[in-house]
T-cell receptor, first 109, second 112 residues
Framework: LAKTTQPISMDSYEGQEVNITCSHN???????ITWYQQFPSQGPRFIIQ???TKVTNEVASLFIPADRKSSTLSLPRVSLSDTAVYYC??????????FGKGTRLSVIA | DGGITQSPKYLFRKEGQNVTLSCEQN?????MYWYRQDPGQGLRLIYY???????QKGDIAEGYSVSREKKESFPLTVTSAQKNPTAFYLC???????????FGPGTRLTVL
C-alpha cells in the first residue's frame, strides 16, 4: 500500500495559485492518484484523479511526473472559500482508500 | 434528489450505552464505508461493505459493528466496548469499491 506524504499546512493570499505536492515513492503500476477536499464539519469531496502527466478540470489541475513518485495539485487563483484540508490518496485496486492527515490550506484576504 | 444522508447530525450518549448511527443512500451504489475522524486528524476506516450482506473490517473496527441488509442502508453501532467513542463519524458510498466516494454530512457523537 503506497504511503503518501504531504505538507501539514500552507498559507496563501487570495488570487494566488497554490501548489500542494504529495510524495508517494512506492506507488504501484496500477495505482491512481486522487485528491479530496474537506471543509470543517463536512465530509470530503472528490476534486481530481490522475494516472500520469496532467489532468485538468473546472476546479484544479493535477501534475504527475513520469516516475509518478509525486504529484502536485494546483489550485488557480484561490479565494477564501478554498480554505480547507486537502488529502492526497493513492488508489490501489485491492485496498480501500487511506486518508492521511492532509494539508490544511488557509487562504488569507 | 440523489444523495447520502446521515442522522442525527449531533448525538449525545451516556458512557456504557450502545448507539446506532444511520446512513442511507439513494445513489444505487454497491459500496459503502464508515470512517471516524478525530479533531485535527485524517479519516480512519472503521468498516466497509462492497455488497449486500457482506462487510469487512477496516483499520479500527474494534468496538464497532455494522450490518448491510439492504443496498441503501449501512448502519453503524458504537458499542460500549469502544474505549473512546467521541468523534465525528462519516459515511460514504461509491459505485464500486474503487470509484469516487461520496460522503454524507456526518454525525458528531459525544459520549458523556
Amino acid at each position: 500500500l503506497a504511503k503518501t506524504t504531504q505538507p501539514i499546512s500552507m498559507d496563501s493570499y487570495e488570487g494566488q495559485e497554490v501548489n500542494i505536492t504529495c510524495s508517494h515513492n512506492n506507488i504501484a503500476t496500477n495505482d491512481y492518484i486522487t485528491w479530496y477536499q474537506q471543509f470543517p464539519s463536512q465530509g470530503p469531496r472528490f476534486i481530481i484523479q490522475g494516472y500520469k502527466t496532467k489532468v485538468t478540470n473546472e476546479v484544479a489541475s493535477l501534475f504527475i511526473p513520469a516516475d509518478r513518485k509525486s504529484s502536485t495539485l494546483s489550485l488557480p487563483r484561490v479565494s477564501l472559500s478554498d480554505t480547507a484540508v486537502y488529502y492526497c490518496l493513492v488508489e490501489s485496486g485491492n485496498t480501500p482508500l487511506v486518508f492521511g492527515k492532509g494539508t490544511r490550506l488557509s487562504v488569507i484576504a | 434528489d440523489g444523495g447520502i444522508t446521515q442522522s442525527p447530525k449531533y448525538l449525545f450518549r451516556k458512557e456504557g450505552q450502545n448507539v446506532t448511527l444511520s446512513c442511507e443512500q439513494n445513489l444505487n451504489h454497491d459500496a459503502m464505508y464508515w470512517y471516524r475522524q478525530d479533531p485535527g486528524q485524517g479519516l480512519r476506516l472503521i468498516y466497509y461493505s462492497q455488497i449486500v450482506n457482506d462487510f469487512q473490517k477496516g483499520d479500527i473496527a474494534e468496538g464497532y459493528s455494522v450490518s448491510r441488509e439492504k443496498k441503501e442502508s449501512f448502519p453503524l453501532t458504537v458499542t460500549s466496548a469502544q474505549k473512546n467513542p467521541t468523534a465525528f463519524y462519516l459515511c460514504a458510498s461509491s459505485i464500486s469499491e474503487y470509484n469516487e466516494q461520496f460522503f454524507g454530512p456526518g454525525t458528531r457523537l459525544t459520549v458523556l
